[in-house]
């Protein structure tokens, strides 16, 4: 069993920047595909970022347009996602999600290939 606590989550004004941080228990963070998914209300979750045990990152390029960056450090359990540029469209909760998946040519973009979910974090960007 994996627990995910999301952190950094907030209030910023359009143009800011906010990096969210996922927290990861047990020993075997390395080995998990690590995503960033997030929900405005009303609408589904939609996938934002992913990057494999591997390394590699995909991105929802019609949501992200080069404006996030996601990054790990596996000595700490932890998942990144760098925002800049907010914009009142990005106001949603962001969830951090994990699974294993060994494949190194796929990293899985969609909410039902994740196993585990944290509880989310709240980002809020007026304009």
């Known amino acids: 069993q994996v627990q995910l606590v999301e952190s950094g989550g907030g209030l910023v004004q359009a143009g800011g920047s906010l990096r969210l941080s996922c927290v990861a228990s047990g020993r075997t963070f390395s080995s998990y595909t690590m995503g960033w998914f997030r929900q405005a209300p009303g609408k589904e979750r939609e996938f934002v970022a992913a990057?494999?045990?591997?390394?590699?990152?995909?991105y929802n390029e019609d949501s992200v347009k080069g404006r996030f960056t996601i990054s790990r450090e596996n000595a700490k359990n932890t998942v990144y996602l760098q925002m800049g540029s907010l914009q009142s469209e990005d106001t949603a909760v962001y969830y951090c999600?994990?699974?294993?998946?060994?494949?190194?040519?796929?990293?899985?973009?969609?909410?039902?290939?994740?196993?585990?979910w944290g509880q989310g974090t709240q980002v809020t960007v007026s304009s």
């Open positions: 999600a994990a699974v294993v998946y060994p494949s190194r040519t796929y990293t899985p973009s969609t909410k039902a290939e994740y196993t585990y």
């Open positions: 990057i494999s045990w591997s390394g590699g990152k995909i």
